[in-house]
Each structure stands twice: as structure tokens, then as C-alpha cells.
Nanobody, 129 residues
Framework: QVQLVESGGGLVQAGGSLRLSCAVS????????MGWFRQAPGKEREFVAA????????YYADSVKGRFTISRDNAKNTVYLQMNSLKPEDTAVYYC??????????????????????WGQGTQVTVSS
């Protein structure tokens, strides 16, 4: 059984930082592409960042490029999203996701929701102005 559990969300002032964690069980996270998405109130879920299983390939939404960094700790089977210079428009529920079809020999690193099969329950991030 695959489980993804996010943590690390909270309330932060604009300009502050947070690090989200996504603990993976049931699969080896380093063997799959992992992504972060977010959903703000009244809006559709949107792509934030993704990392391929080889680790060297990463993609970011334009809105977070240069401020957010996706990374992975293979020993802890955990994926992170470091968020710096946070803005009120970053307020959302953040979800991590795993693409079960992205393992070797695939090199896919998806940026669309339908490319991901397993999702966490989400963690709330609120940025005050």
C-alpha cells in the first residue's frame, strides 16, 4: 500500500520560509518522479514542482521559480519542498504526488495532475501580508 504523508505547513508572514515534507511508504521514492501541487480556495489544483527519479531533472511553475526548491532524501524516503520568499498568493493546500509509471526506463517528469497516481492528504500553507 502506497502512502504519502505531507507535513510542515503552517502560518508564516510574507517573505518567510517553510519546508514541506512528504514521507513516502510502500514505494521507494527515489525510483519515481515526485511532484508538488497546490490548491488555493476557489481555484483549481495547479502544478508547483517536480523531480525525476534520476534527481537531475526538475521543473517548476513560473510563479515559484527561484523561490522554491524540490529535493529528496533517499535514506528517509522523503521528498521536500523548500519555500522561500513566500507571498500571500502562495497560500494554498499543498499536495505531494507519485507517478507510478515514471520509473526506469521512463524519464517522464510530469507537470500535470493526471500523470500522478498516488496523492497525499495535503498540508495547509497560509502566508499573511
Amino acid at each position: 500500500q502506497v502512502q504519502l504523508v505531507e507535513s510542515g505547513g503552517g502560518l508564516v508572514q510574507a517573505g518567510g520560509s517553510l519546508r514541506l515534507s512528504c514521507a513516502v511508504s510502500g514505494r521507494t521514492a527515489s525510483s519515481y518522479a515526485m511532484g508538488w501541487f497546490r490548491q488555493a480556495p476557489g481555484k483549481e489544483r495547479e502544478f508547483v514542482a517536480a523531480m525525476g527519479w534520476r534527481g537531475g531533472t526538475t521543473y517548476y511553475a513560473d510563479s515559484v521559480k527561484g523561490r522554491f526548491t524540490i529535493s529528496r532524501d533517499n535514506a528517509k524516503n522523503t521528498v521536500y519542498l523548500q519555500m522561500n520568499s513566500l507571498k500571500p498568493e502562495d497560500t494554498a493546500v499543498y499536495y505531494c504526488a507519485l507517478d507510478k509509471d515514471s520509473t526506469w526506463p521512463s524519464t517522464r517528469v510530469g507537470t500535470r495532475q493526471y500523470e500522478y497516481d498516488y496523492w497525499g492528504q495535503g498540508t495547509q500553507v497560509t502566508v499573511s501580508s
